[in-house]
């Protein structure tokens, strides 16, 4: 639905703020959101006071402390796969863009090629 892409002195968990204020600017439908285990903390609090606003739901995905070895996460793997097509291009591999908005233009560019090759079939 979104891509932000920031600086690499910003927190995830406070990029995330970011995108999540678009999110539901844009898509007030969305009920849930998950994230992982990474977000939680500030993140939790901050979805609190967006609550008073508009219904949604952060749900945070953690692996259980007993599990050893790998493990698939529920809904993580969604995030995982999304990323693991992103790099089949090879602009996408590193990072070769010099703005912020060209690297979020480049991510835009991978995701319509997928959909619209998906959508030929």
Do not use: C
Request: hydrophobic share 45%.
């Amino acid at each position: 639905l979104l891509a932000v892409v920031h600086p690499a002195n910003i927190q995830d968990r406070d990029g995330a703020k970011l995108l999540l204020e678009l999110l539901t600017n844009r898509f007030g439908w969305l009920k849930i959101i998950w994230a992982d285990g990474g977000y939680a903390g500030k993140l939790v609090q901050w979805v609190r006071q967006l609550q008073r606003k508009r219904p949604i739901q952060l749900d945070i995905v953690r692996r259980r402390d007993d599990t050893k070895g790998f493990k698939v996460l529920p809904k993580r793997w969604i995030v995982e796969r999304t990323f693991g097509w992103l790099s089949k291009y090879r602009r996408m591999s590193k990072d070769y863009e010099t703005t912020i908005e060209s690297s979020t233009a480049m991510i835009h560019i991978a995701m319509t090629r997928l959909m619209l090759k998906r959508a030929a079939r």
